[in-house]
């Protein structure tokens, strides 16, 4: 009988001499540490060099180890539509959206995902949960050539097909004399049954969860409270937990949603959630805007993963998510970078700026303001808890996954080098990343994406872009759909107030 083959050792690699992230340290950072990776996992974290031979080393001299940062939420197809529209709140801003993203073939959806990824690598971006719009036609193919793309860069990456299976906002903006239900938008969209949304969601877990490793996950995505029956988010948060997989939803992001839901149930969204047992640690929630202080400890109460959006919220008009009391409440939310049309840009290094500062004109006292190490967290481990990675993935810790940044203190950002959290907080722009590993490999070095030719895939994109429908005129009856929808936007925000919980006590 032959003697079984063992398998080869993990590769080693070795960063030594550099600064490290920590926030219990003096200025933030630990200096002079020597970093062993070990397959895809950090091994150790020591002041000496640790002895024997490593398949790479790495000279950390002039570099500051960060987490890699976690982008908790975008939509990658909105890559393709960027710099199209302004001065337009949510609802009108998606009539013009969902025109724009009208036609994409599986190649588009590789390129889409791929210009994202270009951006996140090159800012030091080392995860993303993409909530993947499913456009006309759109298959199991689509969904696989936008995961093929995040295989091939090497990113890490959790995907949740966005489906918007019901419209309780058109129906209420009908009721209310708006004629929203009257228009091209309404009346062109062909929803797919319950269970063909079912199957689509099965064949994708089945083809990809857990592929490359771990590397790459999926979730159900239902596009929101108010565009999707009680009975479908049970069946959506069933089906991904039978696959070990999560939810990821939009959650009150504008007024208009949180009056839909309030008119349709009598409660709120998260109070609905709760009652229905609809929340849970696999369950995100990007925006989560317009929740009311009771809202917040129904989350805390469930461990859900809130996910702020600053950038989207400030250029559509939504509003603040509360963070502070989030974060007293003891939740930790992600940070997300929402899609390139609503938030313009997929560098986290921005949006993390922005998370640090806009709360600061919420609060008088200035001890309530967001500090830089509880954004920081927020980009890091609150991204690591939506990607249900808790104690796996946000930190510089032995025996968590080897996903980190490196950047060159040597720049002028980082020059001179202070307090590492406020450097990350308030003057770094992504201009320092040197080098991006994951899993253990280097995917940049040196500015440069290894794992496949970036300008070759922008040059695809342009001509790809060159005759897209948003660079036509914007059609007739479009325009009166987003007229429809933007009296409804407005009537919504002139005209309603509302009750702090309006629910039953116990509800």
């Known amino acids: ?156 990456a959790g995907v949740a097909p966005l489906i918007r299976q019901s419209g309780f906002d058109v129906e209420d903006g009908q009721a209310r004399g708006h004629g929203t239900a009257d228009t091209v938008l309404s009346q062109g969209a062909a929803r797919r049954t319950d269970a063909e949304y079912g199957a689509l969601l099965e064949g994708f877990f089945r083809a990809w969860h857990n592929a490359e490793g771990g590397r790459l996950r999926c979730w159900t995505g239902p596009s929101g409270v108010q565009w999707a029956t009680l009975d479908f988010l049970h069946q959506c948060l069933d089906l991904a937990r039978r696959h070990g997989g999560g939810l990821h939803m939009h959650l009150m992001e504008s007024r208009v949603q949180d009056h839909v839901i309030r008119q349709k149930y009598g409660r709120t969204a998260v109070a609905l959630l709760a009652g229905e047992k609809l929340l849970g640690p696999d369950v995100s929630l990007p925006h989560s805007v317009w929740v009311t202080d009771r809202d917040v400890r129904r989350l805390a109460d469930a461990g859900a993963v809130p996910v702020h959006n600053p950038a989207a919220n400030l250029r559509l008009g939504s509003g603040l998510s509360p963070i502070r009391k989030m974060l007293a409440a003891g939740l930790t939310p992600g940070l997300g970078a929402d899609g390139a049309k609503s938030s313009d840009h997929q560098n986290m290094f921005g949006h993390l700026h922005l998370a640090a500062l806009i709360h600061n004109l919420t609060f008088k006292e200035p001890d309530a303001w967001i500090a830089s190490r509880e954004a920081v967290r927020m980009a890091t481990e609150g991204g690591a808890a939506a990607l249900l990675l808790p104690g796996r993935l946000g930190r510089l810790a032995e025996g968590y996954l080897a996903d980190l940044t490196l950047l060159d203190l040597r720049s002028p950002s980082l020059t001179p080098f202070n307090d590492a959290f406020h450097h990350l907080a308030f003057t770094e722009l992504g201009r320092s990343v040197h080098t991006v590993i994951i899993d253990g490999r280097v995917v940049v070095e040196a500015g440069q994406i290894l794992t496949f030719d970036a300008p070759a895939i922008l040059e695809e994109v342009r001509e790809a872009t060159r005759d897209r429908m948003h660079r036509r005129p914007f059609p007739p009856e479009w325009q009166d759909a987003r007229d429809r929808f933007l009296r409804y936007q407005q009537d919504i925000v002139h005209h309603t107030t509302f009750a702090a919980d309006p629910e039953l006590p116990g509800c």
């Open 1 to 156: 009988m032959p003697a079984p083959v063992s398998a080869p050792p993990p590769p080693t690699l070795l960063i030594e001499h550099c600064a490290v992230l920590d926030a219990a340290a003096p200025w933030g950072r630990q200096l002079s540490r020597h970093i062993v990776i070990e397959g895809t996992r950090i091994r150790r974290i020591t002041g000496e060099r640790p002895p024997g031979d490593f398949d790479r080393v790495i000279d950390g001299r002039h570099f500051l180890a960060i987490p890699g940062l976690v982008n908790a939420h975008t939509h990658s197809l909105e890559n393709f539509a960027r710099a199209t529209d302004e001065r337009l709140p949510l609802e009108p801003w998606l009539v013009h959206t969902i025109w724009a993203l009208d036609v994409f073939s599986e190649r588009d959806y590789y390129l889409a995902a791929m210009v994202g990824v270009i951006e996140m690598l090159l800012s030091g971006t080392t995860a993303v949960i993409d909530h993947l719009g499913l456009t006309p036609g759109a298959g199991l193919g689509h969904l696989g050539a936008a995961m093929a793309a995040y295989r091939d860069s090497g990113i890490r």
